[in-house]
């Protein structure tokens, strides 16, 4: 049986309509937490939370733009509405915009850096309080591998960067309030963000990951857990990749690859 270790918890997942985000909301309901699912995409926020409630979970549904500090007040006063308070923020909402520095629009910057960095910054400015008042409580940014080296998309490179060092100003700050916060680096994982990614992409990912497979959501959502967790009590303004090495070696081992396919000719 799982432990439950979020029981009497609340936990608040952005982006939680599908893929990451919505592996994130079922680990923390199946470990006890009442989760609070928020997306732009309403009408599937409220279908996972009607199939979490109808598996005997504690889950509310909210609209919020990551982008939109209205939203933001107003998921705010919802949450404290339902009277659960707030113990955990992961702010995992994200885009992809997959271009050259070239290709990219100036709209296209803006909209990448809006909700990925923007939508951070104010969900942490926004449920300070909150969690301040649940203390001691926990902060994970979602950022990615290209938030640790460079990948092909420099918008989303550039905004990934700025998640890391944001959490990591944060956690300065908010350890005053006994507030953690931590940034999780995954590699490619199974969503539908990578699914959507043109024909070549996942093969290409898995030729440079030593471990030579993508991650599944639930592998990274159990991160997000532990670093969410009282077991991750002395643990703020930590990168946490979980790339399959490919941060470690990713090099080395596409060039061992194409070595043995040379001497292989
Ligand atoms: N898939 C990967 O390979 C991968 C790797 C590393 C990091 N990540 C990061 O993980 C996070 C989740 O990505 P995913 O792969 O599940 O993507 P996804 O596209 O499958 O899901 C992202 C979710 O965020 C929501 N969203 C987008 N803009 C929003 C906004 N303005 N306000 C609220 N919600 C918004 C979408 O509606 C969607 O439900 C992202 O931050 C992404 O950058 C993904």
Not at 30 to 38: D, L, R, W
Not at 203 to 210: C, E, F, M, Q
Request: proline share 3%; net charge negative.
């Amino acid at each position: 049986m799982t432990e439950l270790k979020f029981r009497d918890k609340s936990v608040c997942v952005t982006g939680a309509a599908r893929g990451l985000g919505a592996a994130i909301a079922r680990r923390f309901a199946s470990a006890g937490a009442h989760v609070h699912i928020a997306d732009v995409l309403d009408e599937e926020t409220r279908d996972l939370g009607r199939s979490l409630a109808d598996e005997g979970f504690a889950a509310t549904a909210h609209h919020l733009d990551v982008t939109d500090e209205a939203d933001w007040q107003m998921l705010v006063a919802a949450i404290g509405a339902a009277g659960t308070g707030l113990d955990v923020l992961v702010n995992n909402a994200g885009i992809i915009i997959r271009k050259s520095l070239a290709e990219t629009s100036k709209a296209e910057w803006d909209k990448a850096m809006n909700v990925n960095v923007a939508g951070v910054f104010l969900g942490m400015k926004h449920c300070r309080a909150m969690l301040a008042r649940a203390a001691p409580s926990a902060i994970v940014n979602i950022s990615s591998t290209a938030g640790i080296i460079a990948h092909g998309d420099p918008s989303y490179t550039a905004s990934k960067w700025a998640v890391r060092g944001l959490t990591k100003s944060a956690a300065l700050e908010f350890s005053a309030d006994r507030i953690r916060v931590n940034s999780v680096h995954p590699a490619m994982i199974a969503t539908p963000l990578t699914f959507a990614a043109p024909e070549g992409h996942m093969d290409a990912n898995r030729a440079v990951i030593p471990m030579g497979r993508e991650a599944s959501p639930d592998e990274i959502a159990n991160i997000v857990l532990f670093l969410a967790s009282d077991d991750a009590s002395f643990m703020t303004g930590s990168e946490v990749t979980a790339d399959g090495g490919l941060t470690t070696g990713g090099v080395a081992h596409a060039r061992k690859r194409v070595q043995t396919d040379i001497q292989q000719r």
